[in-house]
T-cell receptor
Framework: AQKVTQAQTEISVVEKEDVTLDCVYE???????LFWYKQPPSGELVFLIRRNSFDEQNEISGRYSWNFQKSTSSFNFTITASQVVDSAVYFCALSGDFPNFGNEKLTFGTGTRLTIIP | DAMVIQNPRYQVTQFGKPVTLSCSQTLNHNVMYWYQQKSSQAPKLLFHYYDKDFNNEADTPDNFQSRRPNTSFCFLDIRSPGLGDAAMYLC??????????????FGPGTRLTVL
């Protein structure tokens, strides 16, 4: 069975501070995919990143960066120089291998509510 | 722009009164999903369609049904809504293409209130 744990329920930081959101996963699949989604108050899930299990390179996109470590089964997300617009709930998610349809179902963590204080 | 559309964005129904939520897509994706997301919880998959093939999650209550009359549209029917069915309902689509990962694209959701 797949499981995603986001231990941080809520985080508040002052604007311009850096913040890291933690994600730990469990899976028996040898090939899998990890995701981060942002859910602003409007409700829509916004895709941020996908990482497959064979690619452990860290990725940076503007103020966002992701640290994938298979050894600790973690896929952490860092926002540098946070802004008020970053306030949202952030979900980490996991899916299985393709092309076996059905394994692409997403298993979500419980989310971390991030509040950026002006 | 190609997208996933959900109507209405907000739906109010009465306890026990059937309600239908709709989802449409202009992406021409062959897979459509329905998720239920209760307050402060993660989205939970209810069922999905692979083309016309319906796939129900084992723990999805019988009170929830779905229809997909064509590629573009998918409906979620709640036959007798209870107070515990109040939630955000998210529709998503993906394109099943061999040899590549098939990302899910989400609609804005319909927030259901049960009175």
């Amino acid at each position: 069975a797949q499981k995603v744990t986001q231990a941080q329920t809520e985080i508040s930081v002052v604007e311009k501070e850096d913040v890291t959101l933690d994600c730990v996963y469990e899976t028996r699949d040898t090939t899998y995919y990890l995701f981060w989604y942002k859910q602003p108050p409007s409700g829509e899930l916004v895709f941020l990143i996908r990482r497959n299990s064979f690619d452990e390179q860290n990725e940076i996109s503007g103020r966002y960066s992701w640290n994938f470590q298979k050894s600790t089964s973690s896929f952490n997300f860092t926002i540098t120089a946070s802004q008020v617009v970053d306030s949202a709930v952030y979900f980490c998610a996991l899916s299985g291998d393709f092309p076996n349809f059905g394994n692409e179902k997403l298993t979500f963590g419980t989310g971390t509510r991030l509040t950026i204080i002006p | 722009d190609a997208m996933v559309i959900q109507n209405p964005r907000y739906q109010v129904t009465q306890f026990g009164k059937p309600v239908t939520l709709s989802c449409s897509q202009t992406l021409n994706h062959n897979v459509m999903y329905w998720y239920q997301q209760k307050s402060s919880q993660a989205p939970k998959l209810l069922f999905h369609y692979y083309d016309k093939d319906f796939n129900n999650e084992a723990d999805t209550p019988d009170n929830f049904q779905s229809r997909r009359p064509n590629t573009s549209f998918c409906f979620l029917d709640i036959r007798s809504p209870g107070l515990g069915d109040a939630a955000m309902y998210l529709c998503a689509t993906s394109r099943d293409q061999a040899g590549s990962y098939n990302e899910q694209f989400f609609g804005p959701g319909t927030r259901l209130t049960v009175l």
